[in-house]
């Protein structure tokens, strides 16, 4: 029952998209879908390397990895880029301190309701890719932030 809780919260995030404008939706959604495509392919991977431990049977592992992929992901991405974005610094600090939080005090949690269980991939293994993919992130957004503006312009 806890777990499908916290897949509804995941899932939930979404409702706040409604407190930011169109143009920004639309202007971060690329970044944010190749976001969730590199959580994605991480899921792919750990899961088959066993990586984590996800409790249930298989449709409740891929409800679970779905819930956080297709959840609060995306939709921080965007929240963070329409916040940083054009001040890296701003960004860079900012990821940190979301992917700390999550890495740490949120998955300690997930642990210890059993959501899901960190077996050969810890917790700073965790925090190091996201910021990985938070510095991939902010590359893309410039290159086609860039490359729409010299569209506009020719």
Not at 26 to 35: D, G
Not at 60 to 82: Q, Y
Not at 114 to 142: E, T
């Amino acid at each position: 029952m806890l777990s499908f809780l916290i897949r509804i919260l995941l899932f939930s995030s979404w409702l706040t998209i409604f407190f930011t404008s169109k143009k920004s939706v639309k202007r971060y959604l690329p970044v944010s879908i190749l976001s969730s495509l590199l959580t994605m392919i991480i899921v792919f991977v750990g899961s088959h390397f066993k990586f984590w431990k996800i409790r249930g049977g298989k449709k409740a592992a891929i409800s679970t990895l779905l819930s956080i992929v297709l959840g609060a992901f995306p939709v921080g991405t965007i929240w963070i880029f329409k916040y940083t974005y054009g001040r890296f610094l701003l960004y860079f600090f900012s990821n940190f301190i979301v992917n700390f939080i999550y890495a740490f005090p949120i998955i300690s949690l997930f642990k210890k309701v059993n959501f899901i269980k960190y077996m050969k991939f810890s917790r700073i293994h965790h925090f190091i890719v996201a910021m990985i993919i938070s510095i991939i992130l902010y590359g893309y957004q410039s290159f086609i932030g860039s490359s729409n503006l010299s569209n506009k312009h020719s």
